[in-house]
C-alpha cells in the first residue's frame, strides 16, 4: 500500500503565518533562503533533512509535531445542499427573493445572499450591528441603494456598492426588468 507524504509545506505555511511571521523574517532565523521557503510552502520543493531542522527549530516547533499536523488533517469533503436545503427569504412587499449562501458556522462574521428583485421591489433593512458593512454586486439589472432615506446611490453594469450597514438602509430596484445580484454582510470586530 502506498502512502501519501504529508504535506509539510503547507503545516510550515500555516505556523509561520500563526507566529506572524513574513517569509523573509523566517528565512533570517532560520538560514534558508526565501525563495527556497516559498517553494516548499507551496509544495513545490522537498527540504533536505538539515533545512527543515534549521526551519523548526526557528518556528520552535518539532519534525514529529509538523507531521503529525498534516496527519491529523480532516479527509477532503464536498457538501451538497439541494435547492430545497438552501435558505429563501422574501421580501416583506414579495418582490425580492433571498437565498442565504454561507454555511451557518460563519454567520457571525459575514453572511452571503443571492438576490432576485422584481421591477419596483425593494428590501428594507433596520440598522445592523456597529461596523457592519455591505458589499452589493450587481449581475444584471439596475439596483440603488438608500442610507438612512436619504444617501442614494444607483448600480448598474455588473458594479459593486459598499456600504454601512449599521444605518436604515434599502435595496430598491427602480427599473423596469429583474435584478440579480450577490449580498455579502460582514461584521467588523
Excluded at 534549521?54 to 435547492?83: H, K
Excluded at 439596475?142 to 448598474?156: G, K, S, Y
Aim: charged letters at 20%.
Amino acid at each position: 500500500m502506498e502512502r501519501a507524504t504529508p504535506n509539510l509545506g503547507a503545516a510550515l505555511k500555516q505556523e509561520r503565518k500563526r507566529q506572524g511571521l513574513n517569509l523573509s523574517q523566517l528565512a533570517e532565523r532560520c538560514g534558508v533562503s526565501r525563495s527556497m521557503l516559498s517553494e516548499i510552502e507551496r509544495g513545490n520543493a522537498n527540504p533536505t533533512f538539515t533545512s527543515l531542522w534549521n526551519i523548526t527549530q526557528a518556528l520552535g516547533v518539532t519534525i514529529d509535531e509538523l507531521t503529525r499536523r498534516c496527519q491529523n488533517r480532516p479527509p477532503a469533503f464536498i457538501e451538497s445542499l439541494s435547492g430545497l436545503q438552501t435558505p429563501i427569504m422574501v421580501s416583506d412587499d414579495g418582490g425580492c427573493e433571498l437565498r442565504a449562501l454561507n454555511p451557518l458556522s460563519t454567520a457571525t462574521e459575514f453572511e452571503w445572499y443571492e438576490l432576485r428583485f422584481q421591477p419596483g421591489a425593494a428590501l428594507h433593512s433596520q440598522p445592523h450591528a456597529l461596523g457592519t458593512v455591505e458589499h452589493l454586486s450587481l449581475l444584471e439589472g439596475e439596483l440603488a441603494v438608500r442610507l438612512n432615506n436619504q444617501l442614494q446611490q444607483t448600480i448598474d453594469n455588473r458594479g459593486t456598492l459598499r456600504y454601512p450597514a449599521d444605518v436604515p438602509h434599502s435595496i430598491i430596484n427602480e427599473g423596469s426588468r429583474e435584478a440579480r445580484a450577490l449580498l455579502v454582510l460582514q461584521r467588523q470586530g
